[in-house]
Nanobody
């Protein structure tokens, strides 16, 4: 699976961005999708994930109520809508894919395919 992210950029605190991740190479609907982020000097961390259907979503505590993950299987794309952004959300955001599984995927090691990432910078 090849993954290409887009939509990052510079935004003021309180603003919004929508990230996209387009997949190719495999049957997209067979994969769980996740978003992770890595801030300078920190380890990559889980942000949000979605199962094969839209009703199976979960988030890290710090983004619940602000971020929304969704997918369009017809477009082979997963999205991350980010609202009420904070300076601490500044990071490179990467999407990831794994074969659909019954358990929640919140660890880097649980995903097999990764995009290159897109930079999100939130100014105060």
């Amino acid at each position: 699976v090849q993954l290409v992210e887009s939509g990052g950029g510079l935004v003021q605190a309180g603003g919004s961005l929508r990230l996209s991740c387009e997949a190719s190479g495999r049957t997209f609907s067979n994969y769980d999708m996740g978003w992770f982020r890595q801030a300078p000097g920190k380890e990559r961390e889980f942000v949000a994930a979605i199962g094969r259907s839209d009703d199976a979503t979960y988030y890290r505590d710090g983004v619940k109520g602000r971020f929304t993950i969704s997918r369009d299987n017809g477009k082979n794309t997963v999205y991350l809508q980010m609202n009420s952004l904070k300076p601490e959300d500044t990071a490179v955001y990467c999407c990831a894919a794994r074969r659909a599984a019954w358990y929640r995927g919140t660890r880097v090691s649980e995903y097999d395919y990764w995009g290159q990432g897109t930079l999100v910078t939130v100014s105060s």
